[in-house]
């Protein structure tokens, strides 16, 4: 498969790219909301669009279960099905399957697990979950990998790299669409001798792109930003870089730092829903007694239509009227401003101006 | 005030005619969606425009309990707060607080309530509904009136007329506001001589627009369609009648025939919430199974924005998953088929075919 990335101007740790996937071009550094049951929660494909998102993340486990390969490719995949016809990458479901717990089990070919739904008995293989991403007709595809939660022990982590390892290189053979890009996964914990091993062995392999997993899953702020500039330098320079599962604006900031490129994270849409507001100035809950009579925008400094439509007071009455149009509003709302937070890396990147741009971000969300 | 309505061709019985308010020009018959809570649920004002939506209803009795008089007038008003530029109608909170029956007690003065949000005790008199709504600057204000739930007994709906006559006299000499245009309206539930008397009465009030209240609350439909009739007749021809509370396909295609105006109903949204897709030739539930492998629109005959996006399967899909995705799609699509209703009836009243239209949509919906 030809290479999807081209990387333009770097400034510091900071990288400036280009990803050509099979429906469309995404700048990076990019964040990509989560649309897990083929849906961005409360937005439509239009709104996304117009919130600037280059790129959306699915769910492999979610949709194997519903509504399952059969209706997907009967849809015209998964493009069709849910009507966005840009770049979408698929997670292998290999994290929320790990994130089952006693509903799992291991073996050296694959996991066997039960539907959260209804209970009925699964198996992802290296090659079933390919295959799957592939019939769906993604523009990147996740290999299933081991993911450890922290804190575990190093044995833990030892054997969750092994089985990593042997499951890309498996992925790797399986892997047949000129369609989609297969990227190959990290992991290690924050053992970063086990994440050099990871590294060496997946970037060995020559994927078209590379992800940083295992973050985010109850390890220290501190420890995630050290753990993935590490990990960042581990990785090839011409390749992209995904940090999975980050999306405040300080963790991705730190991380466009270390020389990330790609970000996704339920963060902004989760918030949105529970009322949450996020902005550069940091964020609040918009439920707050005190927004019931204030009458300016959710974040005076975006420009987004939510905020330039809507005061703090409508859409706190909103959520204390449990209306709908609270969740969409403020999903919208954060998703913009991610966006519009890349957006503004990007430039800062190519203007050789990122490290004040970083510290600003970092000084006034602080 | 002026008149705010000028009556154009009529067919058998039905009516071309248009409502020219402080807020822009509506087309009739037409269908209001309702906004409880300064919000149509699911939808926003855009949403509202693309649809076809000329007018909204929103309700007093909500929103003089959330969130009040101070709030809203410190918005700027009604429209301001919620965003939308076109004409509203409020309706007075009468059939809210009849409907609280144990919480609620009458006197010949007005009415004492207590809230359903916080048990708090509120009263509504005629004088201060038609004050509230002034002060939200709505197009079209009705006025406090005495709704009695069907079956009742003459002595109940006989001190009903009596009540609401006497409230509307002390709305009409409340009435300040050249902006807004208040209508009176009608009771007797399905006692002809009692609505002949509410009607003689209330019409020699003079106010610009008359609706018909104390149906759809408990009669058969062939009850309803009967007494609409009987009442559209007792109304001057050169003012706009409302019918309230109205909002299937059948119900308004039959009074439109009765020489109705204007309808509102939660009809259409409460159906796009609960998965209930209203189309031209009936009802469905876009649960049921049947639709999981389906990948034909909503409604084959609808050019919504639903309706050439996306797929039964997909809306199916988003309701199975419990995604907010689907509730927002399916109240666009009903809204969107009543308006495109009543757009067809305008035209097929203007061209002399409003029997073959109404014939057709009956035999089609049956």
Not at 122 to 144: K, N, Q, W, Y
């Given at each position: 498969?030809?290479?999807v990335f081209?990387?333009g101007?770097?400034d510091?740790?900071?990288?400036?790219?280009r990803?050509?996937?099979?429906?469309?071009?995404?700048e990076?550094?990019?964040?990509?909301?989560v649309g897990?049951?083929?849906?961005?929660?409360?937005?439509?494909?239009d709104?996304?669009r117009?919130a600037?998102?280059?790129?959306i993340l699915a769910?492999?486990y979610?949709?194997?279960?519903?509504?399952?390969?059969?209706?997907l490719?009967?849809?015209?995949?998964?493009?069709?099905?849910?009507?966005w016809?840009?770049?979408?990458?698929?997670?292998?479901?290999g994290?929320q399957?790990?994130s089952?717990?006693?509903?799992?089990k291991?073996d050296?070919?694959g996991?066997?697990f039960?539907s959260h739904?209804?209970?009925?008995t699964?198996r992802?293989?290296?090659e079933?979950?390919?295959a799957?991403?592939?019939?769906?007709?993604?523009?990147?595809?996740?290999?299933?990998?081991?993911c450890?939660k922290l804190?575990?022990?190093?044995?833990?982590?030892?054997?969750?790299?092994?089985?990593?390892?042997?499951?890309?290189?498996?992925s790797?053979?399986a892997w047949?669409?000129?369609?989609t890009?297969?990227?190959?996964i990290m992991?290690g914990?924050l053992?970063l001798?086990?994440?050099e091993?990871?590294?060496?062995?997946?970037v060995?392999?020559?994927?078209?792109?590379?992800?940083?997993?295992?973050?985010?899953?109850?390890?220290?702020?501190?420890?995630m930003?050290?753990t993935a500039?590490a990990?960042?330098a581990l990785l090839?320079?011409?390749?992209p870089?995904?940090?999975?599962g980050?999306?405040?604006v300080?963790?991705i900031i730190?991380?466009v730092?270390?020389?990330?490129?790609?970000f996704?994270c339920v963060y902004?849409?989760?918030?949105?829903?529970?009322?949450r507001?996020m902005?550069r100035s940091g964020?609040y809950?918009?439920?707050n007694?005190?927004?019931?009579?204030?009458?300016?925008?959710?974040?005076?400094?975006?420009?987004?239509f939510?905020?330039?439509?809507?005061?703090?007071?409508?859409?706190?009455?909103?959520?204390?009227?449990?209306?709908m149009?609270?969740?969409?509003?403020?999903s919208y709302h954060?998703?913009?401003?991610l966006n519009?937070?890349?957006?503004?890396a990007?430039?800062?990147?190519?203007c050789?101006?990122?490290?004040?741009y970083?510290?600003?971000?970092l000084?006034q969300?602080?």
């Amino acid at each position: 498969m030809r290479n999807v990335f081209s990387l333009g101007s770097t400034d510091g740790g900071a990288r400036r790219g280009r990803l050509t996937l099979t429906h469309g071009v995404v700048e990076t550094p990019t964040f990509m909301p989560v649309g897990t049951a083929a849906t961005v929660k409360a937005l439509t494909p239009d709104e996304l669009r117009s919130a600037h998102s280059q790129i959306i993340l699915a769910n492999t486990y979610h949709l194997w279960l519903r509504p399952g390969l059969e209706t997907l490719v009967e849809a015209g995949g998964l493009h069709r099905f849910m009507a966005w016809d840009g770049p979408i990458l698929t997670d292998s479901g290999g994290f929320q399957v790990f994130s089952l717990q006693a509903r799992r089990k291991l073996d050296d070919d694959g996991v066997t697990f039960q539907s959260h739904v209804d209970g009925s008995t699964h198996r992802f293989t290296p090659e079933s979950v390919i295959a799957f991403e592939e019939a769906l007709g993604v523009d990147v595809a996740m290999v299933l990998d081991v993911c450890t939660k922290l804190p575990a022990t190093r044995e833990q982590l030892e054997e969750a790299v092994r089985t990593t390892t042997a499951w890309a290189r498996r992925s790797r053979e399986a892997w047949k669409s000129g369609r989609t890009a297969v990227f190959a996964i990290m992991q290690g914990g924050l053992d970063l001798e086990l994440r050099e091993r990871s590294a060496r062995e997946i970037v060995a392999l020559d994927f078209p792109g590379y992800a940083i997993g295992g973050l985010s899953v109850g390890e220290t702020r501190e420890e995630m930003a050290a753990t993935a500039r590490a990990c960042a330098a581990l990785l090839p320079h011409e390749k992209p870089r995904y940090l999975m599962g980050v999306g405040t604006v300080r963790d991705i900031i730190t991380a466009v730092d270390c020389g990330i490129d790609m970000f996704d994270c339920v963060y902004p849409t989760r918030c949105g829903r529970n009322g949450r507001a996020m902005t550069r100035s940091g964020e609040y809950s918009i439920r707050n007694a005190a927004y019931t009579r204030d009458f300016s925008p959710v974040d005076p400094a975006c420009d987004c239509f939510v905020c330039t439509t809507y005061t703090r007071a409508y859409i706190s009455y909103l959520f204390r009227t449990n209306e709908m149009l609270g969740p969409r509003l403020l999903s919208y709302h954060n998703v913009y401003l991610l966006n519009d937070l890349m957006r503004g890396a990007r430039e800062a990147i190519e203007c050789g101006e990122w490290q004040s741009y970083r510290d600003d971000v970092l000084e006034q969300s602080s």
